[in-house]
């Protein structure tokens, strides 16, 4: 005979979102499946059923094994007499399925009351756990009732006529299921417009069943599909490429690893070979070692999208509007600068008028010059100074550490970190960290991505600058990975703690559970244990966050942190012990599920950046000023720090270097910077050319 289930998502008494694998009923029978193995399966099993009108438990009688006991409502105490098991044979069972829930001598008739018996699968043992929490009886079609409607400990169970009254119905806990879904695969796109595509896949498979999947680009978040939906259609942008992939998430919360990425490049939605006129009146000035330039806007058949600044005929820098600084240049020097207008389509304007400008003689500017010291040809992610002025800088998908000396530009290679594995995104070998005892004890702290988690662990190196492998201590490991949002970064306190920064695993729901290590900064002893002043009495230090890199502490012990936002905005935050920074309910400032922003408690940025403007990394504090390197923005910002606040917030290098990953204090009080321009978004070794930069600052 066949067996039929469904699926139900119902709200429990406590508003709970509980899942129910119910059996469907029909004309008041229940059908069989095959025998199976075990004797008794189950469909919920050894769980309680709680009264939806008094949140009181189903209970045997004084916890009697008597068969004819009476049932009864009582405080729920998780004792084996509250345990009860529905078996796909329609019976429930309790006392470890060797007892069956029976009525009073087999009796039909309205106000039987229900008891414990020992099993003969006769009809008056049949009962069906409906999707609006009625609990049915087979044999009379009568519902399981507390009498009289009452909420008192001890009253009597019975069967009745059905009435939909909350005295009739019932719910169970939320299942245990800690199991992910499978990934999703083969993505397919068809319908390709400039504005919209239709993205499909191949579902995956889980041990409970797919509720949503989640399809992002290149880390954001474009929309959630119910599970059972397998094609779906994409809002994109003309002439954009995006990367796009899937993840699969069931009701528990579960979220699978990434699908592999699928690239989609839309058409523009108008064919346009007009360029823009040409920047007139371009002007400017000379300040120290810095220029501003500005000029009039240029027109366009469609529209400008940007400006490109050149100097002495090579691009340096992107403007959206009609200004322009140009820092870090060499003193009394001449500089010939022209401007020239693109539109969505890349068509370029001729340039602007020549202006030829002359820096100072000597620099009074927050910045005075950059120096590339380096190039890469793999992602410089994490970045360390020693006391001997040199660097050690991990790079991302080659998963080996590089140690460079800047007064040569000489690199030479550690070793390999073993059990690295990316994830065909932005995971891999990532921050590094040295306690300031680095001399002495040698100890250099890793954060990677492994092949099950992402994991924080420390390695010696040698007085040769090799790595010891065979002092690889694991400090923390279990952390959530995925193909995004990882985090990474490590910092060292001037508590002497180790702060870490860990990604929501692409599962908002991790950032708000502070039992789970995902979302979240992290404050770890040297030796990986947990400090006994923090507050939650595991690693968390705050929570609330969506993909945290940046940390970074000023003069007076304040930590700083700079977080990646989904298609909003990013944030700047100051980190404070056992704080709730919102996510994934509030994006910066912008409000996104729940009561969003306004939710008490949630602490606001101190700092805001729309993401075309922001996507940022790495933070550093150099003489109580922030500076904050940013990818899809091309800039790096520098801000006061004044009390508890940013303040005088100036962009720099605006599309002069491109994508900038990670800037750190140098040990002489100046910047170390690194660019992170290609192959940012996959996982292959050495496709990269990226720079490592030196950048003096001003007094």
Same mark, same amino acid.
């Given at each position: 005979?066949?067996?039929?289930?469904?699926?139900?998502?119902?709200?429990?008494?406590?508003?709970?979102?509980?899942?129910?694998?119910?059996?469907?009923?029909?004309?008041?029978?229940?059908?069989?499946?095959?025998?199976?193995?075990?004797?008794?399966?189950?469909?919920?099993?050894?769980?309680?059923?709680?009264?939806?009108?008094?949140?009181?438990?189903?209970?045997?009688?004084?916890?009697?094994?008597?068969?004819?006991?009476?049932?009864?409502?009582?405080?729920?105490?998780?004792?084996?007499?509250?345990?009860?098991?529905?078996?796909?044979?329609?019976?429930?069972?309790?006392?470890?399925?060797?007892?069956?829930?029976?009525?009073?001598?087999?009796?039909?008739?309205?106000?039987?009351?229900?008891?414990?018996?020992?099993?003969?699968?006769?009809?008056?043992?049949?009962?069906?756990?409906?999707?609006?929490?009625?609990?049915?009886?087979?044999?009379?079609?009568?519902?399981?009732?507390?009498?009289?409607?009452?909420?008192?400990?001890?009253?009597?169970?019975?069967?009745?006529?059905?009435?939909?009254?909350?005295?009739?119905?019932?719910?169970?806990?939320?299942?245990?299921?800690?199991?992910?879904?499978?990934?999703?695969?083969?993505?397919?796109?068809?319908?390709?417009?400039?504005?919209?595509?239709?993205?499909?896949?191949?579902?995956?498979?889980?041990?409970?069943?797919?509720?949503?999947?989640?399809?992002?680009?290149?880390?954001?978040?474009?929309?959630?599909?119910?599970?059972?939906?397998?094609?779906?259609?994409?809002?994109?942008?003309?002439?954009?490429?995006?990367?796009?992939?899937?993840?699969?998430?069931?009701?528990?919360?579960?979220?699978?690893?990434?699908?592999?990425?699928?690239?989609?490049?839309?058409?523009?939605?108008?064919?346009?070979?007009?360029?823009?006129?040409?920047?007139?009146?371009?002007?400017?000035?000379?300040?120290?070692?810095?220029?501003?330039?500005?000029?009039?806007?240029?027109?366009?058949?469609?529209?400008? $999208?940007?400006?490109?600044?050149? @100097?002495?005929?090579?691009?340096?820098? =992107? /403007?959206?509007? *009609?200004?322009? %600084?140009? #820092?870090?240049?060499?003193?009394?020097?001449?500089?010939?600068?022209?401007?020239?207008?693109?539109?969505?389509?890349?068509?370029?304007?001729?340039?602007?008028?020549?202006?030829?400008?002359?820096?100072?003689?000597?620099?009074?500017?927050?910045?005075?010059?950059?120096?590339?010291?380096?190039?890469?040809?793999?992602?410089?992610?994490?970045?360390?100074?020693?006391?001997?002025?040199?660097?050690?800088?991990?790079?991302?998908?080659?998963?080996?550490?590089?140690?460079?000396?800047?007064?040569?530009?000489?690199?030479?290679?550690?070793?390999?970190?073993?059990?690295?594995?990316?994830?065909?995104?932005?995971?891999?070998?990532?921050?590094?960290?040295?306690?300031?005892?680095?001399?002495?004890?040698?100890?250099?702290?890793?954060?990677? $991505?492994?092949?099950?988690?992402? @994991?924080?662990?420390?390695?010696?190196? =040698? /007085?040769?600058? *090799?790595?010891? %492998?065979? #002092?690889?201590?694991?400090?923390?490991?279990?952390?959530?990975?995925?193909?995004?949002?990882?985090?990474?970064?490590?910092?060292?306190?001037?508590?002497?703690?180790?702060?870490?920064?860990?990604?929501?695993?692409?599962?908002?729901?991790?950032?708000?559970?502070?039992?789970?290590?995902?979302?979240?900064?992290?404050?770890?002893?040297?030796?990986?244990?947990?400090?006994?002043?923090?507050?939650?009495?595991?690693?968390?230090?705050?929570?609330?966050?969506?993909?945290?890199?940046?940390?970074?502490?000023?003069?007076?012990?304040?930590?700083?942190?700079?977080?990646?936002?989904?298609?909003?905005?990013?944030?700047?935050?100051?980190?404070?012990?056992?704080?709730?920074?919102?996510?994934?309910?509030?994006?910066?400032?912008?409000?996104?599920?729940?009561?969003?922003?306004?939710?008490?408690?949630?602490?606001?940025?101190?700092?805001?950046?729309?993401?075309?403007?922001? #996507?940022?990394?790495?933070?550093?504090?150099?003489?109580?000023?922030?500076?904050?390197?940013?990818?899809?923005?091309?800039?790096?910002?520098?801000?006061?720090?004044?009390?508890?606040?940013?303040?005088?917030?100036?962009?720099?290098?605006?599309?002069?270097?491109?994508?900038?990953?990670?800037?750190?204090?140098?040990?002489?009080?100046?910047?170390?910077?690194?660019?992170?321009?290609?192959?940012?978004?996959?996982?292959?070794?050495?496709?990269?050319?990226?720079?490592?930069?030196?950048?003096?600052?001003?007094?």
């Amino acid at each position: 005979m066949n067996r039929r289930t469904q699926r139900v998502l119902w709200k429990d008494l406590l508003g709970v979102s509980t899942l129910f694998w119910v059996a469907a009923c029909g004309a008041g029978a229940v059908t069989e499946s095959p025998t199976p193995k075990p004797e008794v399966a189950a469909i919920f099993a050894g769980e309680p059923l709680v009264s939806a009108q008094s949140g009181r438990c189903l209970d045997v009688v004084q916890e009697s094994r008597t068969p004819g006991t009476g049932l009864q409502i009582y405080g729920c105490h998780g004792r084996i007499n509250q345990a009860f098991t529905f078996t796909t044979a329609g019976e429930l069972r309790t006392y470890d399925n060797t007892l069956c829930v029976d009525t009073a001598s087999g009796q039909t008739a309205q106000g039987t009351r229900a008891v414990i018996a020992t099993c003969t699968g006769l009809p008056a043992q049949k009962w069906v756990f409906n999707a609006n929490g009625t609990v049915v009886h087979t044999a009379s079609g009568l519902c399981l009732d507390v009498e009289g409607a009452l909420t008192t400990d001890e009253t009597p169970i019975i069967i009745w006529a059905c009435n939909g009254q909350t005295n009739q119905k019932w719910s169970r806990p939320v299942p245990s299921d800690t199991q992910a879904p499978t990934p999703p695969s083969n993505l397919v796109t068809s319908n390709l417009t400039c504005n919209s595509v239709t993205l499909s896949w191949t579902g995956s498979t889980d041990n409970v069943g797919v509720a949503f999947y989640d399809i992002y680009h290149d880390g954001q978040q474009m929309k959630s599909v119910d599970g059972s939906t397998l094609s779906t259609s994409l809002t994109v942008v003309p002439g954009a490429t995006w990367g796009l992939y899937v993840n699969a998430r069931d009701a528990a919360g579960n979220v699978s690893q990434a699908s592999p990425t699928l690239t989609v490049t839309p058409p523009q939605c108008q064919a346009d070979t007009t360029p823009p006129t040409a920047p007139t009146q371009l002007s400017g000035s000379a300040f120290g070692t810095s220029v501003t330039l500005t000029w009039n806007a240029s027109t366009d058949n469609v529209g400008v $999208t940007g400006y490109d600044v050149l @100097r002495n005929s090579a691009k340096i820098g =992107t /403007a959206t509007g *009609t200004t322009f %600084l140009d #820092s870090g240049l060499a003193a009394s020097t001449a500089y010939t600068y022209t401007a020239v207008a693109r539109d969505a389509q890349g068509n370029v304007s001729t340039a602007s008028n020549a202006l030829t400008l002359t820096t100072g003689a000597a620099c009074t500017n927050p910045i005075c010059s950059v120096t590339q010291v380096a190039t890469d040809t793999d992602i410089p992610w994490g970045l360390v100074p020693l006391a001997d002025g040199t660097v050690l800088y991990s790079r991302r998908d080659a998963q080996d550490i590089v140690r460079l000396n800047p007064a040569t530009g000489v690199k030479t290679t550690l070793g390999t970190v073993p059990n690295v594995q990316s994830t065909d995104g932005e995971g891999g070998l990532l921050g590094l960290a040295v306690a300031p005892t680095f001399d002495t004890d040698r100890w250099l702290y890793i954060m990677h $991505t492994s092949p099950t988690d992402n @994991r924080i662990v420390r390695i010696k190196v =040698t /007085a040769n600058f *090799t790595l010891d %492998l065979a #002092s690889e201590q694991v400090l923390v490991q279990g952390l959530v990975r995925n193909k995004f949002h990882n985090g990474g970064r490590l910092r060292w306190g001037p508590d002497g703690k180790l702060y870490a920064s860990t990604g929501d695993g692409q599962n908002g729901a991790n950032s708000q559970n502070t039992s789970n290590l995902a979302g979240k900064v992290l404050r770890i002893n040297p030796d990986g244990s947990i400090p006994s002043d923090n507050p939650f009495g595991n690693l968390v230090w705050s929570y609330g966050h969506r993909n945290p890199q940046g940390l970074a502490f000023d003069s007076s012990g304040q930590l700083w942190e700079q977080e990646f936002g989904n298609s909003v905005m990013d944030e700047t935050n100051l980190i404070v012990k056992g704080g709730n920074y919102g996510w994934p309910d509030c994006e910066g400032t912008v409000s996104q599920s729940g009561s969003g922003c306004a939710t008490p408690g949630y602490i606001a940025p101190k700092q805001t950046y729309s993401t075309a403007e922001g #996507s940022c990394s790495g933070i550093a504090v150099v003489r109580d000023v922030l500076y904050v390197a940013c990818q899809r923005g091309t800039r790096l910002y520098r801000e006061v720090i004044s009390g508890s606040s940013l303040t005088n917030v100036t962009q720099y290098f605006v599309g002069t270097y491109g994508r900038l990953r990670t800037v750190e204090p140098s040990v002489d009080g100046n910047l170390w910077l690194t660019t992170s321009n290609s192959g940012d978004k996959d996982s292959i070794p050495n496709n990269s050319n990226e720079k490592l930069f030196r950048v003096l600052l001003g007094n």
